[in-house]
């Protein structure tokens, strides 16, 4: 494999990834965002303010690198150990999985995260409830204390157990599964959004594409502020694929709400959110 010819200094994240086996990176939904969507969001995110960014599901760090600067506060959480940070820039919590850290921040007696922050940002794992080990889904409604949804994907409880991180005000940011917009099995997710945040935008392709790395779900980006008075919602579908000549134009008249060809854009009240089939 062209990852063994490789000095130990030019291996990447992406190329330890792809040498695990197809049926380890189904099982842990090891699938990461896309290089120029990372950069689409950081754009998006231009017109918001935050100081504090925390990804629990950081992988190679691509979102938090996307939304860095000299001033910013950036956290993650990951599963896997591997660690490709540097640590005046970034602090990483190696080998801690997100969902066995309790409320207050605490795994076991340890204690991991110290604060809230202004930004959630996540690319979360979309591996099935049910699939998993008894004790660890037993483990898991011990510490973040939520009802069971056995056919909810590990992302649903990852956006439910970042809440307890996150600044009133906050935004929330995740890559996510399209089907939480409309299957049963999300029904209490959606819920959830709807009572706790102002979603601020739901953005897709127009087909069936998605925005992480080898994955085969039609995904989208949510963009969510903690707080639900202030809502009014922008449902974007995109026609054509993000790229790394396109996605500053593509984010700028998203931004700027001006149409381009094929661009679907339209603005959604809560009540109608809440009555349609989008989510």
């Known amino acids: 494999a062209e990852v063994f010819q490789k000095n130990i200094s030019e291996i990447t994240y992406e190329d330890i990834i792809k040498i695990l086996p197809k049926s380890i990176q189904k099982k842990f939904a090891i699938y990461y965002t896309k290089p120029d969507i990372s950069l689409f969001i950081a754009e998006i995110l231009k017109q918001f303010k935050f100081d504090s ?12 690198d996307s939304v860095s600067n000299n001033k910013r506060t950036l956290f993650g959480t990951d599963l896997f150990s ?23 921040g605490k795994n076991g007696e340890k204690s991991i995260i110290n604060q809230k922050f202004d930004l959630v940002i996540m690319n979360p794992p979309y591996t099935r409830f049910s699939n998993l080990n008894v004790n660890y889904r037993e483990s898991i409604l011990s510490k973040i204390k939520i009802k069971s949804m056995p056919q909810m994907g590990l992302h649903g409880y990852f956006i439910l157990h970042s ?38 935008y739901i953005i897709s392709y127009s087909n069936d594409d998605s925005f992480s790395d ?36 593509v984010a700028s008249l998203i931004t700027n709400e001006k149409i381009m060809d094929g661009l679907i854009f339209s603005k959604i009240s809560k009540m109608q959110l809440s009555n349609s089939s989008i989510i």
């Not at 960014?53 to 938090?64: I, M």
């Not at 820039?89 to 309790?102: A, G, P, S, T, Y």
């Not at 996150?166 to 089907?179: D, E, F, K, Y």
């Not at 049963?184 to 945040?197: C, D, G, I, T, V």
């Open 163 to 200: 809440n307890n991180f996150l600044n009133q005000n906050g935004l929330l940011v995740a890559v996510l599964p399209a089907s939480i917009l409309f299957s049963k099995y999300a029904q209490e997710l959606r819920s959830f959004l709807l009572n706790n945040f102002s979603l601020k």
């Open 214 to 249: 080898d994955s085969k779900f039609k995904e989208i980006i949510l963009i969510a502020k903690k707080n639900s008075s202030d809502f009014t919602c922008n449902v974007i579908s995109i026609p054509n694929k993000i790229n790394q000549t396109n996605y500053l134009e």
């Open 53 to 64: 960014v925390f990804d629990p599901a950081c992988g190679n760090g691509r979102l938090l």
């Open 82 to 104: 591997i660690k490709f940070f540097d640590n005046s820039k970034h602090k990483i919590i190696e080998n801690v999985d997100f969902l066995r850290i309790d409320e207050n």
